[in-house]
């Protein structure tokens, strides 16, 4: 099983680039200016992976695919909107989606929920990390997820809100998509006194001791526990998260940011929560929103690749991004004159940041996640990424590739190696299938935006937190 390193990383950026790319500029509320066409494709494509590798008897989405793998519910809960893009752009019919996210609720809601190691789905409301594709217990001895379960959350809320009109599928999505989330005990990751949430449990050896505090993707951990109407986190939670925060700054003037290496952690959140205009006690002291932190994230690592200072191939203004992906395998090999140490699945940021990490490996999502942030610079990217050799495929970006791995003699089992063009990886992971897609739609009209602004836990846990201004002023729940 590959492991998940993301929750490992807690980093920091020194990067200091040009002032005159970071100048500040406010979005509009949709698309500034259209999409090209080439990209219509790049969203299809990845649209019909979920659509196309989901179990219909469950609703459960692999972790990966074509590698046989069993089911994430991170990735569900990016599939959850996905179904509804697929609706509004034509690909499905909207009863076709219902009945496929009515599939998904029930077997959440019904699934087996208990202590205990084996035969279960979850506990407390929340859910394994992995579940096995077609049972959908608990695969082998991964951990109950507070941050996966969010996510899925973040998909069911979705469709809660989607799914609005007065029939009796709909209304019963409606009905399940607030029964799930209301049932989760929020308290259960303090259970020993701790602060903070746990990132997890077992049932071996109960909470991991790591919390979700600081800058990283368990920002709408906090939200959602905060907003809960049954069973939320206490008053204080928000300020757990935020007081690691003088450890994470980075940069000055228009650099000046909270900094973590690979970008899924700026992405993530804000793939459902639009924090345009909107801030807590800490941005408003800072003077910007976490919208304009996230675009200054993603210059940060766009200019790192563009100095690219480990030498890699293939890095330029066109090429670029680092974040959590799959990888050529754990090999030290020769080059330019040194051995150089190459990763399989890893989280990946900018050298010389702490716990930074660049073995030459770039991945699509990284940077067609920032879509909303930073267009200018990632649609370029998106039109050198599809016309890469072996990359832009059947359901749209493989996870990966690296131009420096040309090594062919090396016996690689996560992708192909080519002399001229380097390693692609052979799968696509759902949970950056998922930015890819759902960050296009928020880019064209706030599209999953727009739904989750309606979401009362969204505005109670943002307001809990200390939010204000921006879309939270209107009572509608629009952005204003």
């Not at 992976?49 to 990016?78: C, E, H, M, Q, Y």
């Not at 610079?377 to 040309?406: E, H, Q």
């Amino acid at each position: 099983m590959i492991e998940i390193q993301r929750r490992e990383l807690l980093l920091g950026s020194s990067l200091l680039f040009a002032a005159g790319a970071l100048s500040a500029f406010t979005l509009p509320k949709s698309a500034p200016v259209p999409l090209p066409a080439f990209y219509s494709e790049i969203e299809q494509r990845t649209f019909r992976w979920f659509w196309d590798t989901v179990n219909r008897k469950n609703g459960l989405v692999p972790d990966r695919w074509p590698t046989p793998s069993f089911s994430s519910i991170a990735a569900v809960g990016f599939a959850l909107p996905a179904y509804a893009i697929g609706v509004e752009r034509g690909w499905c019919s909207r009863a076709e989606a219902r009945d496929l996210t009515l599939t998904t609720l029930r077997f959440f809601w019904n699934a087996p929920q208990g202590p205990d190691a084996t035969g279960t789905t979850g506990y407390k409301g929340f859910f394994y990390h992995f579940l096995d594709m077609e049972t959908g217990q608990r695969f082998k001895d991964v951990e109950l997820s507070s941050v996966d379960t969010t996510i899925l959350f973040m998909g069911v809320l979705f469709a809660g809100q989607y799914f609005d009109r007065d029939d009796a599928t709909e209304r019963e999505i409606r009905q399940l998509s607030n029964a799930l989330y209301e049932r989760a005990d929020w308290n259960f990751f303090r259970t020993d006194g701790r602060a903070a949430i746990s990132m997890g449990w077992h049932p071996e050896q109960g909470l991991i001791p790591a919390n979700w505090v600081g800058f990283n993707e368990g920002m709408f951990v906090n939200i959602l526990a905060l907003g809960s109407p049954t069973q939320p986190g206490p008053d204080n939670l928000w300020d757990q998260w935020t007081a690691p925060y003088p450890t994470f700054w980075r940069g000055e003037g228009p650099t000046r940011r909270i900094a973590f290496a690979p970008l899924f952690p700026g992405q993530y959140s804000q793939i459902f929560i639009d924090f345009r205009g909107i801030r807590d006690a800490v941005m408003r002291k800072a003077g910007f929103d976490y919208f304009e932190n996230s675009r200054r994230e993603a210059y940060s690592n766009f200019t790192y690749c563009v100095s690219n200072p480990m030498g890699w191939r293939g890095y330029s203004r066109e090429l670029w991004g680092l974040a959590a992906c799959d990888g050529p395998g754990d090999f030290r090999l020769p080059y330019l004159g040194k051995t150089v140490q190459f990763h399989g699945y890893s989280a990946r940021g900018p050298v010389g940041e702490p716990d930074g990490l660049d073995d030459g490996t770039l991945t699509p999502s990284a940077a067609l996640g920032s879509l909303p942030f930073a267009p200018e610079i990632v649609i370029p990217c998106a039109n050198a990424l599809r016309v890469r050799p072996g990359l832009f495929d059947r359901y749209g970006f493989k996870d990966s590739f690296n131009p420096s791995f040309t090594y062919t003699g090396v016996k690689v089992e996560t992708g192909s190696a080519d002399p001229k063009h380097g390693w692609v990886a052979k799968d696509y992971l759902g949970i950056d299938q998922g930015p890819i897609l759902l960050q296009a739609a928020n880019y064209l009209n706030d599209f999953v935006w727009r739904y989750m602004r309606r979401v009362p836990a969204i505005r109670r846990g943002l307001e809990r937190a200390g939010f204000t201004g921006g879309w939270l002023v209107s009572g509608s729940g629009e952005r204003g």
